[in-house]
């Protein structure tokens, strides 16, 4: 059997290079459009100052891409070296986007981005434009290939197990592709890397600003990132309302989790502001609680109960009694394939196999499952509640800080008032680390709410490792931090170095600061 | 949709022009990065050299993305059980590229010579280092890899990652080294002048002879010493795919056999020896773009050669050859297979248009004056 010391550095491994990954993720979508919208309005004004905007703002992001690209390549190797269970497990389903955004997206994006660079001196204005737009399209194309995957980690539609082959197959591509959880989680998830992007450009605008230099060029970055970015706070608020709507149960659970409500309340359930949880008594100590609005954004009703964690324990232990009997009804299967009798009960209990093979974290046959067993095993469907609790709300509440930041940004360049407004502009600069914190707490929400499963109530991580050794794994965690360190502080010395630099780094001697060979 | 055994047949030809389109694609990149330290004296011929590829490489790498995720969803058990068996190579690889993105873009953004020094040594082990580990895997696949399934599927691999690095499996290596080497060398004539054109002549040539004796022994050896593979119960390419319902013998030869039952598969390696002598022709004969075009030939040849010889099987597994993973039983199923196809056969297509036409772009002499004058914005 799998020893749980494999399963947990397998799993931190693949948590810190897919968070590591997220540093350089929603920049890069937020900084596209941003891009697109500098450069057209290049093309349409023809004023120079905004393809120097273009060129500077291309600059940072370049930097930031690199490390993107460097660090997304070891995600889509490592479902292969770390997880082959899972892969062979659910490959059928999970390799196919993740195989058209290769073909789709990333293909575009990674093209157009060397003619985005290099294209300047070869390409018509409007030529260039289109390269700009065709990266932008394609890195959000990647975003919802991507989340189409992971939506169906989330919601597994759209596929069934088969015996014969020991796996989920694909029988509806349309229902994978559109999925409620995987299209939530991408409108999401792009809103939160436009934010990013925006908070960027207004951060840094806002310190060339502060520090009185580079004016005309500040102010105009300023504003643009200002009403972008006010336009994504917004949708960042109303999408991501949307992925708290639960259809799925995986949905549930995590609600119920990151909502810390232990009991099913009467419909519509009141939304815990803050609270004392009280993880080993199943209780909150205290809380503060507003009526009626949890219920309405989980159902989107007044009248439909949202089930609490007692509850949800309850039904999994059900459903893992009936699991049992599917892995039982599979191992005779898999002896004889012609036994009617296994067939029926396998088809009886089939839709539970994901919640029996969770059992086996603890026992290697199904004849040594005791009651207790079970109970131990519906306590693992819940996930600690504390830190999704907390996290859930810090990323809340940045969000709403995000729209009122980029609303009194956007009301006073509309007005042409921020330039005196210093409270204004040194909140946005202190705001720079914000959305990234906002955006990792919104992924560890995501994916470590879904635990114990990989794939919810089919395939349970600690099942879906593959067979390496601890020390292997030690060896890579140790290899993946070396790198990762060296990469990172790279990458920040040469953002910094340009960021303080400003425009003047491009060398046209039209700005502050240029260097003297220019 | 096609019927189930043709779409296995369609993705193993599928694959096949996946990893050739890599090794064409970003093959020629990373033999640019391999030869970087040599062909570039100083670092203006430096900057020359990494500009040849500098809009192209990210596109390029695609391919090797790509390439994975086509595994992934069309062979999920061979992606499953190649990565985790083959997990210090591949993470080797891995950790090899990662010094391509950032050595690309980050290192003429400061002037520090030592810095730049640093990252040039980086795209040398970018580009040298994945073509080595691919060739040396090859090797490893033609004489069977110590894997077995257990009842649930559960690859397990029992060798050593030392083991890997076995003779045959170093000659593989070696010829696919200079394979590439060899075509980045011709993409570097073409695209530059001078002593860096004449130093990448240079390499062409020798590494086209290492390419051809190389792989001429590796083809002895094989004949002489390498066991193949082949299925000894019946098996029916249309059945549902799992591993562990036929049985496997060692048979010395068999990796030969193929080309005596389907003589055009002799194909494969004619076209390897005649891409890579002919590019070596041309080359010499300064004819860069033709020659570009031959040494593409000559490694989808070369690739195909192994491959062919060891259709069905992909995987063979030395300790349990009923493990052994082939095209018949490693695959996705009927619906995900032509899904994939589909998606394809749409995409692959105006993938291969603008490639294309951001090259032509760009095309003509990556220059000195070239790089002073774009010393902000050029990498």
Same mark, same amino acid.
């Given at each position: 059997m799998v020893s749980d010391a494999l399963v947990d550095l397998s799993r931190l491994q693949f948590a810190a290079t897919a968070m590591y990954h997220f540093l350089f993720v929603p920049l890069t979508l937020g900084m596209t459009w941003i891009l697109v919208i500098m450069e057209s309005v290049y093309v349409m004004t023809g004023k120079t100052v905004y393809r120097d905007m273009t060129q500077f703002w291309g600059k940072l992001f370049g930097i930031n891409f690199a490390l993107g690209v460097t660090t997304g390549i070891t995600l889509e190797f490592q479902f292969g070296t770390n997880w082959a269970y899972y892969s062979h497990y659910v490959g059928d389903v999970f390799g196919a986007p993740l195989a058209i955004e290769g073909l789709m997206a990333f293909f575009l994006e990674s093209t157009f981005i060397g003619l985005f660079f290099f294209g300047w001196d070869r390409l018509s204005r409007v030529q260039h434009l289109v390269v700009t737009v065709l990266m932008a399209i394609g890195t959000n194309l990647s975003a919802l290939w991507i989340l189409v995957a992971n939506g169906w980690m989330q919601n597994p539609v759209g596929a069934e197990f088969s015996f014969v082959t020991m796996r989920m197959e694909m029988t509806d591509f349309w229902a994978v592709l559109f999925n409620h959880d995987a299209q939530a989680k991408f409108v999401h998830t792009v809103s939160a890397g436009y934010v990013t992007g925006a908070v960027f450009v207004l951060a840094l605008s806002s310190w060339y600003l502060l520090r009185g230099r580079d004016i005309a060029f500040a102010k105009r970055s300023f504003r643009i990132a200002a009403a972008f970015g006010f336009a994504s706070a917004c949708s960042v608020i109303v999408l991501g309302d949307e992925s708290g709507y639960s259809v799925s149960e995986a949905q549930k659970t995590k609600l119920a989790a990151m909502e810390a409500s232990w009991e099913t309340e009467a419909a519509p359930a009141g939304l815990n502001l803050v609270a004392g949880i009280n993880e080993k008594e199943m209780r909150n100590d205290w809380e503060v609680k507003i009526p009626w609005v949890l219920g309405i954004i989980g159902t989107?009703?007044?009248d439909r109960q949202l089930p609490g964690i007692k509850e949800l324990r309850v039904h999994n232990a059900g459903r893992i009694a009936s699991g049992v009997e599917a892995v039982r009804a599979l191992e005779t299967l898999r002896r004889d394939p012609a036994d009617a009798a296994a067939r029926e009960r396998f088809e009886a209990h089939k839709a539970d196999l994901g919640f029996g093979l969770l059992l086996k974290k603890y026992v290697?046959?199904?004849?040594?499952?005791?009651p207790a067993l079970i109970e131990r095993a519906a306590a693992d469907?819940?996930?600690?509640v504390a830190p999704m609790f907390w996290s859930f709300r810090i990323m809340v509440a940045l969000g709403f800080m995000f729209f009122a930041l980029f609303g009194l940004a956007f009301w006073h360049s509309l007005r042409n008032t921020f330039q005196d407004r210093r409270w204004l502009l040194r909140w946005a600069f202190w705001s720079l680390p914000t959305p990234w914190i906002a955006s990792e707490l919104g992924w560890f929400v995501a994916e470590y709410g879904r635990q114990p499963w990989t794939i919810y109530g089919v395939l349970p991580t600690h099942l879906s490792v593959s067979t390496l050794t601890v020390e292997s794994l030690y060896g890579s965690i140790a290899g993946f931090v070396g790198f990762y360190t060296i990469l990172l502080v790279a990458e920040l010395y040469l953002m910094v170095k340009f960021a303080r630099q400003g425009p003047g780094s491009l060398g046209t001697g039209r700005y502050a600061g240029e260097p003297s060979h220019a | 949709m096609l019927d189930y055994e043709t779409l296995k047949i369609v993705w193993w030809l599928l694959v096949g022009v996946l990893l050739i389109g890599f090794a064409v694609m970003d093959g020629h990149d990373m033999g640019v990065g391999t030869l970087l330290p040599f062909v570039g004296r100083d670092d203006t011929e430096r900057r020359v050299v990494i500009n040849t590829v500098g809009p192209h490489w990210d596109g390029n790498q695609v391919w090797f993305i790509t390439g994975g995720g086509a595994i992934f969803a069309a062979w999920p058990l061979v992606y499953a059980t190649a990565f985790s068996g083959f997990y210090w190579a591949m993470l080797a690889v891995l950790w090899a590229l990662f010094f391509r993105p950032v050595g690309f873009d980050y290192r003429s953004k400061i002037a520090d010579p030592r810095w730049r020094s640093t990252w040039d040594w980086g795209l040398f082990v970018g580009g040298a280092v994945p073509p080595l580990i691919f060739g040396v895997a090859f090797g490893n696949l033609l004489q069977g890899v110590p894997f077995h399934f257990d009842a649930n599927l559960v690859p397990y691999y029992t060798g050593s990652?030392? &083991?890997?690095?076995?003779p045959f499996a170093l000659l593989c290596g070696v010829v696919s080294s200079a394979m590439i080497t060899f075509h980045g060398g011709i993409y570097l004539m073409h695209r530059t002048e001078g002593d860096i054109q004449a130093r990448a002549r240079l390499a062409v040539l020798g590494a086209g002879t290492v390419v051809l004796v190389g792989f001429t022994a590796a083809g002895v050896w094989l004949w002489a010493d390498v066991p193949g593979y082949a299925i000894g119960s019946a098996i029916d390419? &249309?059945?549902?795919?799992?591993?562990?319902?036929k049985t496997v013998v060692r048979a010395p030869g068999a990796w030969l056999a193929n080309y005596g039952r389907?003589?055009?598969?002799l194909l494969a390696p004619v076209l390897g020896y005649a891409g890579v002598l002919l590019g070596m022709l041309l080359a010499w004969r300064g004819r860069t773009l033709t020659a570009f075009v031959a040494s593409s030939f000559g490694i989808a040849g070369i690739i195909a050669t192994p491959g062919v010889s060891m259709f069905p099987f992909v995987m063979p597994s030395s300790t349990h050859p009923g493990s052994s993973l082939t095209a018949w039983d490693s695959v996705s199923s009927h619906l995900t297979l032509g899904i994939m196809f589909w998606a394809t056969l749409i995409f692959m297509p105006l993938v291969v248009v603008y490639t294309s036409w951001a090259y032509r772009v760009m095309a003509g002499k990556v220059t000195a004056a070239y790089v002073r004058e774009h010393s902000h914005s050029a990498y």
């Open positions: 989107r009703s007044v290697a046959s199904m004849d040594e499952v005791t469907t819940i996930p600690a | 990652f030392w &083991a890997l690095l076995n390419p &249309a059945g549902p795919a799992n591993p562990l319902a389907h003589t055009w598969m």
